[in-house]
């Protein structure tokens, strides 16, 4: 099967199927990452081939300032997402302090601006859905950044679905952004025609699960202070020893199609379906050409078709605790 570029929603912009997550820069793994290296291997995943990279304010305001810098040179040839909607980032792993009404907003989206050093964001995502502003509002505060052109499109991350269905009837939305990935597939029921049904994109996000299906990790790996993998149940060693067989079949493709165990993950993914595009995010140059290098991984729909029958017959653990079964 051969792998085709997306497009974004029902936009006429055309987007490559393997986006480049910011978040690693700067949040979650225990470190911010130097500045001049991160404009440096931006520019690079720019030349390797990605032309979408995902932000947010919430990962640290370095973050929207980084891929700003990084992105000068040829902003018009990216689409630079980013969000609102998350105010503060917990420390311990929420959501933390969240605002999504009207004034809010446009608060939030001067900053970004202000930030990224452009004049417009291509794509602006609501983080978090805030409980006390209905999905009709936000839409119709985004109708309004469009025609001010402050924004190209708009989309949701961890939206329920009748949130999403009540927000794209006021402005209709572009994109969808949720965890998807071998350990993390529940969404393929439920938003995956959702998306067919209102011509979405589907971010996939964590589609490595932190590193879990990269093949760089195992139980024995050592994460330094304020890496969120010291806490989280995926690593642990119960849970890594029930995927275990997951992380064998991975290794076996691997193999045998001359790639790297991230390489399949991410070839599985972007096979899936076409609008689809993950967003693995690595501070290291030789993984941003390495993931990016997963579109070069054929899969026929019979190779897709034996993998997906063999997940179904595995109980794995996703990122949250839930088991796949």
């Known amino acids: 099967m051969t792998v085709m570029n997306r497009t ?63 992105m000068k040179p040829f902003r018009d040839k990216v689409i630079i997402a980013t969000k609102f909607g998350i105010l503060h980032m917990s420390d311990a792993g929420g959501d933390g302090e969240l605002s999504s009404s009207h004034d ?8 970004s601006l202000e930030r990224l050093g452009t004049d417009y964001i291509d794509l602006y995502y ?38 999403i ?56 790996t050592q994460y330094k202070p304020g890496d969120w993998r010291n806490r989280m149940a995926l690593f642990s060693d119960e849970t890594m020893d029930q995927n275990q067989v ?27 379906r076409p609008f689809l595009v993950p967003i693995p995010g690595t501070t290291k140059k030789h993984r941003v050409k390495e993931n990016f290098d997963a579109v070069n991984v054929s899969l026929s729909e019979e190779e897709m078709q034996s993998i997906n029958e063999q997940l179904k017959r595995m109980n794995t653990i996703g990122m949250h605790g839930a088991s796949n079964k």
Not at 246 to 272: G, R, V, Y
Request: with cysteine; aromatic share 8%; hydrophobic share 40%.
């Open 165 to 220: 269905r009540k927000a794209h009837d006021v402005f209709p939305l572009v994109a969808v952004e949720n965890m998807y990935n071998f350990v993390d597939r529940h969404d393929e029921a439920d938003y995956f025609p959702l998306c067919e049904e209102l011509d979405l994109l589907y971010v996939s996000a964590c589609p490595l699960a932190k590193g879990l299906l990269s093949g760089t990790v195992d139980k024995q």
């Open 8 to 70: 974004l929603g029902h936009t006429n912009k055309v987007i490559a199927p393997i986006a480049y997550g910011c978040m690693g820069q700067t949040h979650s793994y225990g470190s911010v990452q130097d500045k001049n290296d991160m404009i440096d291997l931006m520019r690079y995943a720019k030349e390797v081939g990605y032309t979408m990279f995902d932000t947010a304010p919430a990962y640290g305001e370095d973050n929207e300032r980084f891929l700003g810098e990084a």
């Open 126 to 163: 609501q983080h978090r859905i805030d409980p006390k502003v209905a999905p009709e509002e936000v839409a119709q505060t985004m109708k309004e950044l469009h025609k001010a052109g402050k924004i190209l499109s708009w989309g949701v991350s961890f939206a329920p679905i009748d949130y």
């Open 104 to 111: 809010s907003i446009m608060k939030q989206v001067d900053e």
């Open 246 to 272: 997951l992380i064998d079949m991975i290794q076996d493709l691997a193999h045998q199609k001359n790639a790297t165990p991230a390489q399949i993950s991410l070839a599985w993914e972007i096979h899936q």
